[in-house]
């Protein structure tokens, strides 16, 4: 297999959905086409971020699965296979399903994509690190010790366990994504970023609320986050196909800065060019147990693979994401909306 393995044929699942079509929009600016796209568009408006986008051809995930149980070669060689296709629903109870979906179909697509010497990168989440009292190493081996919050989390947990059991952590790349903002993201709904949703509240109000701290450590609005840009975010998913091609296991993908809800909302009025006014709101009782209060991507490992760019400012992220998207309407790859970054 070549060090690149962004030679050949692609595959990305989950590729209308959020970091998917940012993912598709990098490549697109490597001059990549040759692109197979899966995912499950059913009645969202997720469809919406691949009309801009350059690929080969789409197929709905369920058939995508059917197809490859049936015959492995059924849509021929790929050099890598992006698996971004999941649930990431925090707020998703029905365990069946998420096992299904998020675990087995990611077993499934391991199996075959190293049967056939492609080069596999999935998703897996930070979710994993539950409430972050066992650490967020990404070097540390014994991740049975992370216990999730949530079943979202755990249903990538799971994958996480039983690709270490096989050995196939030392072929392999799982990305554990921390929170990621920025175009494409609309069609989540509720699971959006604070960004995209606070920015709508302060044109339409003037203010935004954020939840209180239920948490004596930590004061209203000064729980802490990684926050990272999703176009650092595929830069470094990217980089595992290129130049990080040799590394394999487990990577926290994230800014390495925690930073509190106050400066996120501090920026978001600073790209509006509003006076900041927030009003700190009761969380929901259902989320107060599983609620993180501090999150922060330990990223030297990254940066030992070969990771080198650098990461894009907090302010300046979020400018470039109100301004140049979210305040026109556009998504990545429309006219206007930005040109893609180069490797």
Request: proline share 4%; aromatic share 10%.
């Amino acid at each position: 297999m070549s060090t690149n393995a962004l030679d050949g044929r692609i595959l990305v699942t989950g590729g209308a959905g959020f970091i998917g079509s940012a993912l598709i929009w990098a490549l697109n600016g490597r001059g990549r086409t040759d692109i197979v796209v899966s995912d499950v568009l059913q009645s969202d408006e997720k469809w919406r971020n691949l009309v801009a986008l350059r690929y080969a051809d789409y197929v709905e995930g369920p058939v995508l699965r059917a197809r490859l149980a049936q015959s492995p070669a059924a849509f021929g060689k790929f050099s890598a296979v992006f698996h971004l296709g999941a649930c990431s629903s925090t707020t998703e109870r029905n365990a069946s399903y998420l096992i299904d979906n998020n675990t087995a179909f990611t077993r499934e697509l391991a199996v075959w994509a190293l049967a056939a010497g492609s080069r596999f990168i999935y998703a897996s989440s930070a979710a994993t690190y539950g409430d972050g009292s066992q650490g967020m190493d990404d070097k540390d081996p014994a991740i049975e010790r992370l216990r999730p919050l949530n079943m979202y989390g755990y249903s990538k947990h799971l994958f996480d366990l039983h690709a270490l059991r096989l050995g196939w952590l030392d072929r392999i790349v799982g990305l554990k994504y921390f929170n990621v903002f920025g175009p494409n993201e609309e069609h989540k709904g509720d699971m959006r970023s604070v960004v995209s949703k606070a920015h709508l509240q302060i044109r339409n109000t003037g203010s935004i609320g954020l939840f209180r701290s239920y948490d004596p450590r930590y004061r209203d609005g000064e729980q802490m986050r990684d926050f990272l840009y999703v176009k650092d975010a595929v830069e470094m998913t990217l980089h595992f196909a290129e130049r990080g091609g040799s590394a394999s296991g487990l990577f926290n993908l994230g800014s390495g800065e925690a930073n509190t809800w106050l400066t996120l909302a501090g920026a978001i009025f600073a790209a509006l060019g509003r006076e900041p006014r927030i009003d700190f709101i009761e969380m929901p009782e259902a989320l107060r147990a599983k609620y993180q209060y501090y999150t922060k991507a330990d990223i030297s490992k990254l940066r030992a693979s070969g990771y080198e760019q650098p990461i894009t400012p907090l302010a300046d992220a979020v400018a470039d994401y109100v301004r140049n998207y979210l305040v026109p309407g556009r998504r990545l790859g429309e006219e206007g909306a930005g040109s893609a970054p180069g490797p």
